[in-house]
């Protein structure tokens, strides 16, 4: 017997935007543990941490979009907060929140 097709579509998640303090930055290297360097839309290089509750979760590779939090002590240094998917980050262009040439730049 076959199986019925389901008509329910997926909703589709709010995506997470930037507020005031957060920056949306590109991840650039790969430290191991919880480091990675990220460029941000803002200019600047930063080492950021990945919490654990990110961790345990949320596979974070280089070229991946992340929305970061730099620490007001230290400000070359930032928390991760959370990742984009490649659907969101389609969204974030097409809601003009990033354009996709600051993209492409930060990717290198």
């Known amino acids: 017997m076959a ?3 389901s008509n329910t579509e997926q909703p589709t998640r709010e995506v997470v935007k930037p507020i005031e303090g957060e920056v949306i930055c ?3 290297k790969l430290f191991g543990g919880e480091h990675v360097q990220v460029i941000c839309t803002d200019g600047k290089e ?3 941490r990945i919490p654990g509750k990110l961790k345990k ?3 974070i590779r280089e ?3 992340v929305l970061a939090a730099p620490w007001d002590f230290q400000p070359n240094k ?3 907060v959370y990742r984009y998917t490649e659907s969101e980050v389609r969204r974030l262009v097409e809601d003009k929140v990033i354009s996709q040439d600051v993209i492409e730049q930060l990717r290198g």
């Open 3 to 5: 199986k019925k097709k």
């Open 26 to 28: 590109v991840v650039k």
């Open 46 to 48: 930063r080492l950021g």
């Open 57 to 59: 979760k949320v596979w």
């Open 63 to 65: 070229g991946d979009v």
């Open 78 to 80: 930032c928390d991760i």
